[in-house]
């Protein structure tokens, strides 16, 4: 084939470069691969690769040249994902004497080919769905791709389209990935098919994520050992005490206490012990109900029995049982010459009611004895009732009336009563983590 011409009319031949090819690289946005088949002419000495977008070169000097020798094959990098790019291949020749170089400029039946490199995802995001899914997004390339597939690994990022678990392949921009484990790491990739090859980028499409343990609570009714859950690190413990039994009067509901923040070892075991409500009892201060905990991190001691006291009031003196203290105070029922306020069971940590010349007894804890001590959560503790009173609020009994068990209510004081303390109880609580 007639390369050019001497200014002497000596005429120079050689043949085209045949078998061009042109294929984007695997996992290399941006980048093309180009291979070819030189010609076996005598006076052929080299190959030159150029390459345009939107048109094919028409002339060794026409776009960008990609590569100048006698190989078979070149890779173009540094292009731009979604543009159509044209490749030519010319043949070189020269003289005898190697003095003129002359490249075959023929474009009829020339070996060409175009292709358009695929553009990656983006803005590739894990969010966390629940305990065990996690939401990856996307956006997809706007050109020249058929489908994007999300691969998933727990050991480190997928670095092929077949690395990994295949969690999705299609058009959409987002796919929940559920059946996780609980606290492990995940690490995803998008890959791109353009039609004939998959690629990804290299930088930026990478997400990760940590599937957190979702929020929970234990409430314990009785005393066991608790494994502490897979991932759970952080927890906030709330302990009530058993109530006292009641005597003529009432018994003092028992003592709460919260803790918030424990760090706690996932798999371990922590003993939890709920105190039991004590039976009535007329002895003096006998009637204390069982401690309660978890652990060694939190405690609460039981409410205590009423006591026996003389009261001396306008020149007489009074016999009277007084109602215990606790969490929230017991009710006092006594000699009606005596000023008092109504024998009601405290509540919240009050005091109970009774004879207001009998200072220092029937007191409350004087905190709230809500639950973590939270504002508006359920309450507890509540003091038994004096004799002709009424319970506490938070499981405090009526007279006669044992105190509500797992709330460690005091039992209600009265005549022959064998009204005894509620059980204590103790919750256990934790955040997302």
């Known amino acids: 084939m007639l390369v050019s011409k001497f200014p002497t009319g000596v005429k120079i031949y050689t043949d085209q470069v045949s078998g061009l090819s042109v294929n984007p690289v695997s996992n290399t946005p941006g980048s093309l691969t180009v291979s ?18 939107g048109s094919y070169p028409t002339s060794p000097t026409d776009g960008t040249q990609a590569y100048l020798g006698t190989g078979t094959s070149c890779t173009i990098t540094g292009l731009t994902g979604g543009t159509k790019y044209y490749v030519r291949a010319f043949a070189k020749a020269a003289n005898t004497s190697g003095t003129k170089i002359f490249y075959n400029v023929e474009t009829t039946g020339a070996q060409d080919n175009d292709t358009t490199c695929a553009s990656p995802v983006t803005n590739l995001a894990v969010a966390k769905t629940s305990a065990s899914s996690l939401t990856i997004s996307w956006t997809s390339p706007v050109l020249n791709y058929m489908a994007v597939r999300i691969v998933r690994k727990a050991s480190g ?47 930026g499409q ?73 039976a009535a009892a007329y002895t003096n201060g006998s009637a204390q109900g069982g401690s309660s905990s978890f652990g060694s991190h939190v405690s609460a001691a039981g409410g205590k029995g009423c006591t026996y006291e003389i009261v001396s009031y306008d020149g007489s003196t009074y016999y009277t049982y007084v109602g215990g203290d606790g969490g929230s105070g ?70 006669g009336v044992s105190g509500t068990p797992n709330t460690g209510g005091g039992g209600g004081g009265n005549y022959n009563t064998t009204a005894s303390g509620g059980s204590g109880i103790v919750i256990v609580r934790w955040a997302e983590q």
């Open 36 to 53: 070819w088949t030189n010609p076996t002419s005598k006076k052929y000495v080299g190959t030159m690769i150029r390459y345009k977008a």
């Open 157 to 203: 990022y997928p670095t092929s389209p077949t690395d990994g678990t295949v969690i999705y392949e299609g058009t959409a921009t987002s796919k929940t990935d559920i059946g996780l484990t609980a606290n492990t790491a995940y690490y995803y990739r998008a890959f791109v098919y353009n039609g004939s090859i998959w690629n990804t980028a290299t930088t």
């Open 206 to 278: 990478q997400g990760t994520n940590t599937t957190k343990i979702a929020s929970g609570q234990v409430i314990f009714t009785s005393s066991q050992s608790w494994i502490v859950p897979v991932g759970v690190t952080k927890v906030d413990a709330f302990a009530v005490g058993g109530g006292a039994g009641a005597g003529y009067n009432g018994g003092g509901g028992g003592y709460t206490a919260t803790k918030l923040n424990i760090s706690v070892t996932p798999g371990s075991a922590i003993t939890v012990t709920v105190g039991s409500g004590s």
């Open 330 to 399: 017991a009710g006092t029922s006594a000699n009606s010459n005596i000023p008092a306020t109504p024998p009601n069971g405290g509540s919240d940590g009050s005091n109970g009611g009774g004879p207001t010349m009998v200072p220092g007894y029937s007191l409350g804890q004087g905190t709230t004895t809500r639950a973590f001590a939270t504002a508006g959560a359920t309450l507890y503790a509540g003091g038994g009732a004096g004799i002709s009173g009424n319970g506490g609020a938070g499981g405090g009994g009526n007279p």
